[in-house]
């Protein structure tokens, strides 16, 4: 890998301190004193900026935190290959109109407590999008770090969308999530993945040795760690093998459906999973079933490895409305944005009711604190985060990315940013509170 360099340039007239091939982890001192505001992305950032990052680019740029981030979360494919996932049909517009009062709404975060509309404006949260829909109506829309047609880096939010395909996959009678996962990839025959159900891979509890963390990412002996530099194209110091072969060898840790141990790798294998059971590349199925029929603004990008295997874990990037329109679709107000109904009632069951509390609360310490303020979710459900009580749904991504969805509040709250912090999905929880008192 390149040795981590520092580069000072000039933005704007400011002095911006770029980490390029940072080792990811939380933003240092000095480098968060140096953090220009996110509101300089919304004029586009320089070409000369782009030219050094792609210079100094390596694995590790993927889980940076700093400057760096607001180029390459807005601009992944001059990084990393990309797949097209091609809107169809006429664009379903979003009716505007605005609540100020959720603008008030508090909540509490990493941050401490204050209002969305006072957490929107600090500098700290580098929140750079952020919507909120209700009944099919945008409600509260903020850009203070993005254009309204700028597309951004989902990063594990995309986890959801794999669940949604493997799902469709089984309302169409293809998959049987309680078959393992070998009667589909037959190649896994004779590796630790040999018996493990679908249904174990979708809830994070495969009970494989690839556990999904900071250090596992930073680990230079760790099979996660040699999956990402691959994906990523680093391949110095790794041979010829590919990430799937990576992914293939992993190791067996315990039994299969005791305990949650979030992985993007249970991801990879999903995506592997639609696309031999489809016969169609991920990004065409996710098209065809998904993207085409939702009335989407924009086309949405998936990155691919150098094999073209899609990194549907946490590559998709899209504009914010397209997101929000994506979770349109679990709630009542699909019929806003689509001709014909894209998430089957059975499957939305299946999340909310046919999840598993008890390999939730057997997950590993490092994952209970959920940023979920005290409260804690029953469970977690097919590439769900979370599933609260009230059948309230959260994916969430690394650097501060999330969609909550709520089907009976007919509520989607979507956001991206580029923080080390992680706090933002408090204010769903309250916007959605709020809305119960002032429906």
């Given amino acids: 890998m390149l040795t981590p360099s520092v580069t000072l340039i000039?933005?704007?007239?400011?002095?911006?301190?770029?980490?390029?091939?940072?080792?990811?982890?939380?933003?240092?001192?000095?480098?968060?004193?140096?953090?220009?505001?996110?509101?300089?992305?919304?004029?586009?950032?320089?070409?000369?900026?782009?030219?050094?990052?792609?210079?100094?680019?390596?694995?590790?740029?993927?889980?940076?935190?700093?400057?760096?981030?607001?180029?390459?979360?807005?601009?992944?494919?001059?990084?990393?290959?990309?797949?097209?996932?091609?809107?169809?049909?006429?664009?379903?517009?979003?009716?505007?109109?605005?609540?100020?009062?959720?603008?008030?709404?508090?909540a509490k975060s990493s941050l401490g407590e204050m209002a969305l509309d006072e957490l929107i404006a600090d500098p700290r949260s580098r929140i750079q999008g952020f919507i909120v829909v209700h009944k099919g109506r945008i409600v509260y829309e903020q850009y203070p770090g993005m254009r309204e047609d700028d597309h951004h880096l989902w990063f594990s939010s995309s986890k959801s969308v794999a669940g949604l395909l493997v799902g469709l996959l089984e309302a169409d009678g293809k998959i049987d999530v309680s078959r393992p996962i070998d009667a589909y990839l037959p190649e896994l025959a004779g590796t630790d993945w040999q018996g493990?159900?679908?249904?174990?891979?979708?809830?994070?509890?495969?009970?494989?040795?690839?556990?999904?963390?900071?250090?596992?990412?930073?680990?230079?002996?760790?099979?996660v760690n040699h999956f990402f530099r691959i994906e990523l194209g680093d391949t110095s110091g790794l041979g010829t093998r590919t990430s799937d072969q990576?992914?293939?060898?992993?190791?067996?840790?315990?039994?299969?459906?005791?305990?949650?141990?979030?992985?993007?790798?249970?991801?990879?294998?999903?995506?592997?999973?639609?696309?031999?059971?489809?016969?169609?590349?991920?990004?065409?199925?996710?098209?065809?079933?998904?993207?085409?029929?939702?009335?989407?603004?924009?086309?949405?990008?998936?990155?691919?490895?150098?094999?073209?295997?899609?990194?549907?874990?946490?590559m998709i990037s899209s504009r914010l409305r397209d997101k929000a329109r994506y979770g349109m679709l679990y709630t009542p107000s699909w019929k806003k944005v689509s001709a014909q109904r894209v998430v089957?009632?059975?499957?939305?069951?299946?999340?909310?009711?046919?999840?598993?509390?008890?390999?939730?609360?057997?997950?590993?310490?490092?994952?209970?604190?959920?940023?979920?303020?005290?409260?804690?979710?029953?469970?977690?459900?097919?590439?769900?985060?979370?599933?609260?009580?009230d059948g309230d749904l959260f994916k969430g991504g690394a650097r501060g990315q999330g969609i909550y969805v709520s089907p009976a509040r007919d509520l989607v709250v979507a956001w991206f940013s580029t923080t080390p912090e992680s706090g933002w999905l408090a204010y769903a929880r309250a916007v959605a509170r709020a809305l119960d008192s002032n429906p």
């Fill in 10 to 106: 000039r933005i704007g007239g400011l002095a911006a301190l770029l980490a390029i091939g940072a080792t990811p982890g939380r933003a240092s001192g000095q480098e968060s004193a140096a953090l220009m505001p996110v509101s300089r992305a919304k004029d586009g950032l320089p070409a000369e900026l782009g030219y050094r990052l792609r210079e100094g680019f390596t694995s590790a740029n993927a889980y940076a935190t700093g400057d760096p981030n607001l180029y390459y979360f807005m601009h992944w494919e001059e990084f990393v290959p990309h797949g097209i996932v091609r809107r169809g049909g006429p664009v379903r517009a979003l009716v505007s109109a605005p609540s100020k009062a959720l603008g008030q709404v508090r």
């Fill in 344 to 389: 089957p009632q059975s499957l939305l069951d299946r999340i909310r009711d046919g999840c598993r509390p008890t390999i939730y609360e057997h997950r590993p310490a490092a994952r209970r604190a959920l940023d979920s303020g005290a409260e804690q979710p029953r469970c977690n459900s097919r590439q769900w985060d979370a599933v609260f009580a």
């Fill in 246 to 314: 990576i992914l293939f060898a992993v190791r067996k840790k315990s039994p299969p459906g005791e305990a949650f141990e979030y992985s993007s790798l249970n991801t990879k294998m999903l995506g592997l999973l639609v696309e031999r059971v489809s016969g169609a590349r991920l990004a065409d199925f996710l098209s065809e079933r998904v993207w085409s029929r939702m009335g989407a603004e924009g086309d949405a990008q998936v990155g691919v490895n150098l094999q073209g295997g899609a990194a549907i874990y946490g």
């Fill in 196 to 223: 493990v159900s679908v249904l174990d891979i979708l809830d994070m509890s495969s009970g494989l040795d690839l556990a999904e963390s900071e250090q596992s990412r930073n680990d230079p002996v760790s099979p």
